[in-house]
């Protein structure tokens, strides 16, 4: 499995981005998908993620109501439109694609994108 992040960059305060990660297979294949990122020094955090059966989603705390996840199936991509955004939310950002099957658990990742956000 592949997944390849893009449209990364560096925007000012206030400004937006979408982030999209493409899969090499269809999206349902897994039973979620989601953003992770990681800031120099911090752990990896969850940012958003996506069931791929009903499109539930979860956020952090920290982006809800600026972030918005989605997914186009037909696609197998994933989004993540990023508004409003802030320099605390410099980060390398991480495309995951989860799967269990038969009691075994799979985390697929891809090599992340950089956002970089100025003051």
């Known amino acids: 499995v592949q997944l390849v992040e893009s449209g990364g960059g560096l925007v000012q305060a206030g400004g937006s981005l979408r982030l999209s990660c493409a899969a090499s297979?269809?999206?349902?294949?897994?039973?979620?998908m989601g953003w992770y990122r990681q800031a120099p020094g911090k752990q990896r955090e969850l940012v958003a993620a996506?069931?791929?059966?009903?499109?539930?989603?979860n956020y952090a705390d920290s982006v809800k109501g600026r972030f918005t996840i989605s997914s186009d199936n037909a696609k197998n991509t994933m989004y993540l439109q990023m508004n409003s955004l802030k320099p605390e939310d410099t980060a390398v950002y991480y495309c995951?694609?989860?799967?269990?099957?038969?009691?075994?658990?799979?985390?697929?990742w891809g090599q992340g994108t950089q956002v970089t956000v100025s003051s």
């Open positions: 995951n694609a989860h799967l269990r099957v038969l009691g075994a658990t799979f985390n697929y």
């Open positions: 297979r269809s999206t349902f294949s897994f039973n979620t």
């Open positions: 996506i069931t791929t059966d009903g499109g539930t989603t």
